[in-house]
């Protein structure tokens, strides 16, 4: 921060370091303590969904079996399985079509919606002005705007399906991530003031970073939220072929009463949001581990 009066911060700064390292003397020193995986997977975070998932899933198997349950009404989870492994060779590609919509989509909102973030943190007039378009974007149901959105872009149905899933995903990253813009303490804009830093320089190293922890939480909802427009696209779309999405198939095996299959296909889409979220809540525990409330682990 080369803007800050170069006498002061270098006080400043070795002050805080001698006063850090008189405290790190009085402790007592300890190793870094590293848990092993066997640990990490026996922790209660990861242990009590998984006991809870299996005993769903036995009752889900018993019920089918005591009751005769026919397969075209709810087949049971180990024929779902078996219907996975051998249609794994129709389904797989469809599961990467849909999961490349999804993370254009994504990385479309992530991207456009930080920018336009920092456009409204700009100005008020300016997130007051267009900040009520972007709420009636997310609320306009896109089962309605879908059908009209792939006949405008009817030349390039991959496309429509971006824009579609696009749609859904951006809201939340723009309302979150103003927030945060908006959150940071005015003790520290003043302080800032007070050493003449520019607009630009206020933006980097203090609204950017005090707005990190709300923007990571608008990506883990944004990630599951263009999932669930990708496939509301192509349900609307019907593609079939070589780039027919997993919804494609469900609508396919639902005509057909290949309930296992629809069945298959419903749990990639649902393993693949719950992959979606996890790896997006490791990003943000790794990106804010250091400096967070919310990501350091503390003894007690």
């Known amino acids: ?29 300890t190793l870094p303590n590293h848990p092993s995986l066997i640990k990490r997977t026996l922790s209660p975070n990861i242990l009590a969904p998984a006991v809870v998932g299996v005993f769903a899933i036995a009752a889900w198997e018993i019920f089918v079996r005591v009751t005769n349950m026919p397969p075209y009404l709810l087949p049971g ?28 989509a994504f990385i479309i909102a992530a991207i456009s919606g930080l920018l336009i973030s920092v456009l409204f943190a700009q100005s008020k007039w300016i997130e007051r002005s267009f900040f009520p378009y972007a709420v009636i974007l997310q ?29 859904v995903a951006f809201f939340p990253i723009v309302s979150n991530t103003t927030l945060g813009l908006n959150s940071v303490d005015h003790n520290l804009i003043n302080l800032f003031h007070l050493y003449r830093a520019s607009r630009w320089q206020t933006l980097i ?37 070589s780039q027919s999405g997993l919804a494609y198939q469900i ?3 639902s005509y057909n009463l290949q309930i296992p299959r629809m069945f298959a296909a419903l749990f990639m889409i649902t393993l693949t949001g719950v992959l979606v979220f996890v790896c997006l809540t490791w990003l943000s525990d790794f990106l804010l581990r250091e400096w967070h409330e919310s990501a ?5």
């Not at 705007?145 to 399906?161: G, Q, V």
């Not at 990571?216 to 427009?229: E, M, Q, R, V």
């Open 251 to 253: 609508l396919i095996a």
């Open 205 to 241: 190293y203090l609204r950017l970073p005090s707005a990190m922890p709300y923007f990571l939480g608008g990506l883990k909802i944004s990630g599951g939220l263009a999932l669930i427009g990708a496939v509301v696209a192509e349900f609307v779309a019907g593609t079939g072929g």
């Open 1 to 29: 921060m080369g803007w800050l009066n170069p006498p002061t911060s270098i006080n400043l700064f070795s002050n805080l370091s001698k006063v850090k390292r008189s405290g790190d003397q009085d402790k007592p020193r």
């Open 139 to 167: 609320t306009t149901p896109i089962v309605a705007i879908a059908p009209l959105i792939i006949m405008w872009l009817k030349n390039d149905t991959f496309l429509a399906l971006i824009v579609c899933a696009w749609i």
């Open 77 to 104: 989870p180990i024929l779902v399985f078996q219907t996975l492994i051998s249609s794994w060779g129709e389904l797989f590609p469809s599961l990467l079509v849909t999961l490349k919509v999804t993370l254009i």
């Open 296 to 300: 350091i682990k503390r003894e007690n």
